[in-house]
T-cell receptor, first 110, second 115 residues
Framework: GQNIDQPTEMTATEGAIVQINCTYQ??????LFWYQQHAGEAPTFLSY????GLEEKGRFSSFLSRSKGYSYLLLKELQMKDSASYLC???????????FGKGTMLLVSP | GAGVSQTPSNKVTEKGKYVELRCDPI?????LYWYRQSLGQGPEFLIY????????DSGLPNDRFFAVRPEGSVSTLKIQRTERGDSAVYLC?????????????FGPGTRLTVL
């Protein structure tokens, strides 16, 4: 089975940097995804990691360590519109579906 | 191009009734997924289709839930004898294929409320 843990809530200030951590335990691993979800809206794709290391995409970066079962999403130059839930999801080996964590609600304040 | 669309956006029904939820995937996407999301939780996998066939239905909670995709495009999730515990947002996602590198793109969901 899979177990995915991420903090429930985080707060940060506009213009700052925030790191959202995700740890997972899975019997097999085939990629980790981060999605952003604003209240009442669809999850939108942010990043995908399958190899160890950092993937950078504009203000957002995602890091993966497969040996540690650990990932983080780094958001730079925070904007008010970044207030949302951030979902960590693992694709188990041999499966096409995703197993999601409960999400981290990020609140960005002025 | 158009994203994944779902109808209705909201559905209120009474306990015991039958409901159908529709998903229109992105054109050309062969894989289609249904998830269910309860308040404060991440999406939970229900069933996925590769083409017309259900490749994995292990997430369906019981036999009251059924889904079809007869022509390999639009899918319908059907729930019989609804219960209050079925209340949730039902999300549909699609991807180009079911390969492990393919990104799933989500629709806005259908919020189901069972009274």
């Amino acid at each position: 089975g899979q177990n995915i843990d991420q903090p429930t809530e985080m707060t940060a200030t506009e213009g700052a940097i925030v790191q959202i951590n995700c740890t997972y335990q899975t019997s097999g691993f085939n990629g980790l995804f981060w999605y952003q979800q604003h209240a009442g809206e669809a999850p939108t794709f942010l990043s995908y990691n399958v190899l160890d290391g950092l993937e950078e995409k504009g203000r957002f970066s995602s890091f993966l360590s497969r040996s540690k079962g650990y990932s983080y999403l780094l958001l730079k130059e925070l904007q008010m519109k970044d207030s949302a839930s951030y979902l960590c999801a693992v694709r188990p080996l041999g499966y096409s579906t995703l197993t999601f964590g409960k999400g981290t609600m990020l609140l960005v304040s002025p | 191009g158009a994203g994944v669309s779902q109808t209705p956006s909201n559905k209120v029904t009474e306990k015991g009734k039958y409901v159908e939820l529709r998903c229109d995937p992105i054109s050309g996407h062969t894989a289609l997924y249904w998830y269910r999301q309860s308040l404060g939780q991440g999406p939970e996998f229900l069933i996925y289709f590769q083409g017309t066939g259900a490749a994995d239905d292990s997430g369906l909670p019981n036999d009251r839930f059924f889904a079809v995709r007869p022509e390999g495009s639009v899918s319908t999730l059907k729930i019989q004898r609804t219960e209050r515990g079925d209340s949730a947002v039902y999300l549909c996602a699609s991807s180009v294929t079911s390969d492990n590198t393919d990104t799933q793109y989500f629709g806005p969901g259908t919020r189901l409320t069972v009274l």
